[in-house]
């Protein structure tokens, strides 16, 4: 699948836009840590849990949940949670 | 408005008398002829290196680093004088530890950053690391090893030199330590923190480390085994001081020069412990009833002189009421005792004399090791201060920096 990368992010990446696999957005977030080494624990917690504060879009719906399913042509965009002043 | 002008005679004094005991000094211990210098400025939005030459008259600016994240601590490694490591985290993003062997021309992530384990089953709650909060190198006898204190309260150590860092099940995932750590619930809006992590000069084995809240522990086999120190340290009114989650030390420090003796700045006070041997009698003395009343004994950092193990310096903070945790009364200023606390003596000649509503945290103050030692100190306004002739004479190095979290000041090889 497609991923948009964060800019936060970009310094693991190099850039925007790239491709991962994996059946579920967890084992895509192991594939990207395993192209990306250090890019899963700033966005996935050692307990498996995505950190607040960021947020998750499949195919433009809002995700939290890591087990949630990923086809082939998913696109997946990993984005920072807007607030504040 | 600064106080140089108006106090320039009693400030000379202090400083005459800075130069002269550390003349007394120096049959004892010599200082080492001066060396070049670096400030290392951990700030809410990044790092700062600042290199002094022999003189401390003259910086150069090296910086920022990270911009953007926060930096809790920054720190060299005093084995080998040129590695650096970072406690980094974003607003978003999770935390990391940044690695130089260069003096921070190029940064490499650590491969394992501090975490904790996953939880056994049935067992205690998971835990996750907000962020790495402080930064120990290991024993001079032991190159590569580091321990790492993190919110909310984990030990973590490391023996590569800082690539790669597991965690001390015999604090992370013990009961009784957990009980005394509390939730994040049960700690501070910036989260419960495990910090000054000791390793004693003569005993690599033998550690310590304070938590806020928590308590003070130590261990004589390297951290297999873990016993408290909080006996003699005061609680909140109210609760009862045998409880080991009420106890709040904000910094604890060992005389480098004489490791039997403690010093530490607590939510309650600022106290000494002499070790007298038998662990069950080692008792923390509040040596902060002895400062002016109107200023108090609260604070957050506590520094120790690098050869004489009766002076030490403290930088008190307003806690009164809701704890505005400002200079008291606007008027920042620094307190030195040169007899272990039987008395103190008030520091700020050339720190504003009044609306300066900064304070300094607990990692932001410490003191170089040169023949006559300066103190730094950095402030929650984003100032970096130098304290010339141990305190005596306060001068601006930098300013308009972010919210300063922590300074050290370190030899280069």
Redesign the interface.
């Given at each position: 699948m497609k991923v948009l990368i964060p800019g936060?992010?970009r310094s693991y990446t190099r850039e925007g836009h790239v491709e991962a696999a994996g059946a579920t957005l967890d084992e895509m977030f192991t594939d990207l840590d395993r192209r990306y080494?250090?890019l899963r624990?700033?966005?996935?917690?050692?307990?498996g849990?995505l950190?607040p504060?960021?947020r998750l879009f499949v195919n433009g719906a809002g995700v939290r949940d890591l087990r949630h399913p990923l086809r082939p042509d998913d696109f997946v965009a990993v984005v920072?949670?807007l607030s504040g002043g | 408005m600064s106080r140089t002008t108006a106090r320039s005679k009693s400030g000379a004094q202090s400083a005459d008398a800075a130069k002269a005991r550390a003349a007394a000094r120096a049959p004892r211990r010599a200082a080492t002829a001066p060396a070049r210098l670096v400030v290392l400025v951990a700030t809410r939005k990044g790092a700062w290196l600042l290199h002094g030459d022999r003189t401390r008259r003259t910086w150069k600016v090296d910086g920022p680093h990270f911009l953007g994240h926060t930096i809790s601590h920054l720190q060299l490694d005093p084995r080998d004088g040129r590695t650096l490591l970072a406690a980094a985290k974003t607003g978003h993003l999770g935390p990391t530890i940044f690695r130089s062997t260069d003096l921070g021309r190029r940064w490499k992530e650590a491969g394992k950053p501090p975490a904790f384990a996953a939880p056994a089953p049935g067992g205690l709650p998971a835990r996750s690391v907000d962020h790495t909060f402080w930064l120990t190198p290991g024993h001079g006898s032991e190159r590569g090893t580091w321990y790492a204190g993190t919110s909310p309260q984990g030990l973590f150590r490391s023996e590569d030199g800082g690539d790669t860092w597991v965690p001390l099940p015999s604090v992370n995932d013990d009961p009784r330590f957990r009980e005394w750590m509390g939730t994040v619930q049960d700690g501070t809006p910036d989260g419960p923190k495990l910090h000054s992590i000791i390793v004693d000069p003569r005993d690599p084995a033998h550690l310590m480390f304070g938590m806020s809240g928590g308590g003070v522990h130590e261990s004589r086999d390297g951290g297999a085994t873990w016993q408290t120190l909080i006996r003699g340290m005061e609680v909140v009114e109210g609760f009862d001081p045998g409880t080991v989650t009420f106890h709040d030390p904000h910094c604890v420090r060992l005389c480098p020069t004489q490791p039997d003796r403690l010093y530490q700045q607590n939510h309650c006070g600022i106290y000494r412990m002499d070790r007298t041997g038998d662990p069950a009698a080692d008792t923390w003395q509040r040596i902060g009833r002895k400062m002016p009343r109107r200023v108090g004994d609260v604070g957050f950092p506590m520094v120790v002189h690098p050869r004489d193990p009766d002076t030490c310096w403290v930088f008190p903070m307003d806690a009164a009421t809701v704890w505005p945790r400002t200079s008291p009364e606007g008027r920042p200023a620094a307190y030195v005792t040169h007899n272990a606390g039987r008395t103190w003596q008030r520091l700020d000649q050339g720190l504003p004399e009044s609306q300066a509503w900064w304070t300094v945290k607990r990692q932001a103050m410490t003191v170089d090791a040169q023949p006559v030692p300066a103190l730094y100190l950095g402030t929650s306004s984003g100032e970096l201060w130098i304290g010339r002739d141990e305190g005596a004479r306060w001068s601006l190095i930098a300013r308009h920096l972010p919210e300063i979290y922590a300074v050290e000041v370190a030899e280069l090889a």
């Open positions: 936060a992010l080494p250090g624990f700033r966005v996935v917690d050692e307990q849990q950190r504060n960021m920072l949670a | -």
